[in-house]
């Protein structure tokens, strides 16, 4: 097998966050995975790179700005005030406000945008990023431990240079995240193979095949309890060499999710190591450059082994490593064998009853057999650097040059923004990109994609760690937000989010801002009141306080 340039991207700093005591996600397991990796004597085999972190401007090529700008504030003391008492960007348990969240984020994004970079520019053939692969995060809410989604930053940066992109997610649970940012794009494939049945999120139907343009470009393959290497093997390599024959991908983004491994304290399949590590050996023979990332794993130990053996794969020397242990830092975790290992166990593959596999993948099968050729796409020159650098109004590091002018145009814009009338959070505009709704909490398959529920119902989020769909209270017409048992949160009777609830209206004839009081303040005066039942004159020339 001839050698391929191999990119591997690492910060130290990523195993130092921790997503709270007792939760499943360990940010450790790329610690433990990189101490593996140097015991082995694989750094020297490959290009070791620590990645600039994400900026928040970069972030937002996806993200919206109101997520990126709470992601880059919040913290658990705030977390309930800038969440809106839970009902916004943070939903539900699975995604606590930890300390470092947003340098977390920039880490796993910087990586994968890094790694992106480093193909685009023919500096190698196959970029690795373990802190990366969080597919559940969506354009403005974070989901399934996943804040940042930083495969879809990734695939972006590889647009502006491949006209095709194949994406293939092998995460025990359904790559949602992506799969809805591509959703009505024929330039990337998205190729799931995951769980489904009462399972987290709930989403990935053979039905869901895409829209308008990118109708059949969304292939899901899902799957039973139980899966093992053998079935694994028999629907993932027909279903993925059948993609690439069709869709001629420039690129693959292959994210190796480890909670489909065997023993996973969240996944439900019985996937061997080299059953899971045979799907980067696939990709990796039919020699298209591709990148490697991470995602779920919450057996730690486990997860940093297959990692590791997946990257002696990049390489090219699986069978050249000893399966037992070198000495390293966690050798004490990996007893009481000290193996590169993940055995299966005795669960019964529930996918070979009824003959439900077989049907999957004739259907899978169908769905690439009914697509057209590879779409071309018109591709330009892509300039090395941004608008803002050469017109000289950013500086070396990416951020805006800014003069004292711009400084007070930004706090100008920022002062008539927070103005306006903002609206409540189940508005149309800030419902626009979700595309999912779930119509019965007893039916993870009933899903709404063409229309909206009512302001009156309430969201439906499912639990990533106990699979449980539970309600997230929405802000009425009345504006409180309603708990869906009669109880309501909240005294905004307008029906729109207010940062001071004072009460205040503007008098269009009086120029004057009025409430049911005879006290005149100014601006000034009433802000250090707090704004409530007072009345502000303002004056064309200016604010002046007036006596009632």
């Not at 070198?326 to 007893?335: A, I, R, V, Y």
């Not at 990109?433 to 009156?456: F, M, N, V």
Request: glycine share 10%; proline share 4%; net charge negative.
């Amino acid at each position: 097998m001839p050698r391929r340039r191999v990119s591997y991207y690492y910060d130290p700093d990523v195993g130092s966050y921790s997503y709270g005591l007792g939760h499943p996600m360990k940010p450790l397991r790329m610690r433990i995975t990189h101490e593996l990796l140097t015991a082995y004597d694989m750094l020297d085999k490959m290009d070791v790179l620590r990645a600039e972190r994400s900026t928040p401007e970069t972030m937002t090529s996806f993200h919206t700005d109101e997520y990126i700008h709470f992601l880059a504030r919040v913290t658990p003391d705030t977390a309930e005030e800038l969440t809106y008492n839970g009902t916004r960007f943070l939903v539900g348990d699975d995604n606590p406000a930890f300390e470092g969240v947003f340098e977390f984020c920039s880490i796993s994004a910087g990586g994968t945008i890094a790694a992106a970079k480093r193909i685009t520019s023919g500096a190698a053939d196959i970029s690795i990023n373990w802190a990366g692969g969080l597919h559940h995060a969506k354009k403005r809410e974070a989901s399934g431990f996943c804040y940042i989604n930083d495969i879809v930053l990734g695939i972006l940066e590889l647009l502006r240079t491949y006209p095709r992109v194949l994406y293939i997610d092998i995460d025990c649970h359904h790559g949602d995240g992506v799969e809805e940012a591509f959703y009505t794009t024929d330039r990337v494939m998205t190729c799931s193979f995951h769980k489904f049945g009462e399972y987290f999120p709930g989403t990935g139907t053979q039905e869901d095949r895409g829209r308008g343009k990118g109708m059949g470009y969304a292939i899901n393959v899902p799957l039973k309890d139980g899966l093992n290497d053998d079935s694994f093997r028999s629907i993932y390599e027909p279903v993925v060499a059948r993609a690439v024959e069709v869709f001629q991908p420039s690129v693959i983004v292959l994210q190796c999710g480890a909670d489909s491994l065997a023993g996973d304290k969240l996944g439900c399949f019985n996937v061997t190591m080299q059953g899971h590590a045979h799907c980067v050996h696939f990709v990796r023979d039919m020699n298209i450059p591709f990148i490697l990332l991470g995602g779920g794993g919450y057996t730690v130990k486990n997860t940093s082994r297959t990692w590791v053996y997946e990257t002696a794969c990049a390489l090219g020397i699986e069978n050249d490593i000893d399966l037992n242990l070198p000495w390293n830092e966690f050798f004490d975790w990996f007893g009481p064998r000290y193996r590169l290992e993940v055995a299966e166990n005795n669960m019964e593959d529930t996918n070979l009853k009824d003959g439900s596999l077989d049907r999957v993948r004739e259907a899978a099968l169908q769905q690439l057999s009914e697509l057209q050729a590879s779409p071309s796409v018109g591709l330009h020159d892509v300039p090395r650097e941004s608008v803002g650098q050469h017109l000289g109004l950013t500086t070396d590091d990416g951020t805006l040059s800014r003069d004292g002018l711009d400084d007070k145009l930004a706090q100008h814009a920022r002062h008539v923004y927070l103005l306006q009338e903002s609206r409540g959070p189940d508005s149309d505009e800030s419902e626009d990109i979700e595309s999912h709704r779930y119509d019965s909490a007893d039916s993870t398959a009933s899903r709404s994609r063409q229309g909206r529920l009512p302001r009156s119902r309430q969201k439906k989020r499912m639990s990533i760690m106990s699979n449980e769909w539970y309600d997230v209270p929405q802000m009425n017409h009345f504006g409180y937000y309603d708990r869906g048992n009669g109880e309501t949160v909240g005294n905004n009777k307008s029906g729109r989010l207010r940062f001071f609830d004072s009460k205040l209206q503007w008098d269009v004839d009086a120029r004057r801002i009025v409430a049911n009081s005879d006290i005149h303040l100014s601006v000034k005066n009433l802000m250090k009141k707090g704004g409530s039942k007072e009345v502000v004159e303002l004056e064309e020339e200016g604010m002046e306080e007036e006596e009632g």
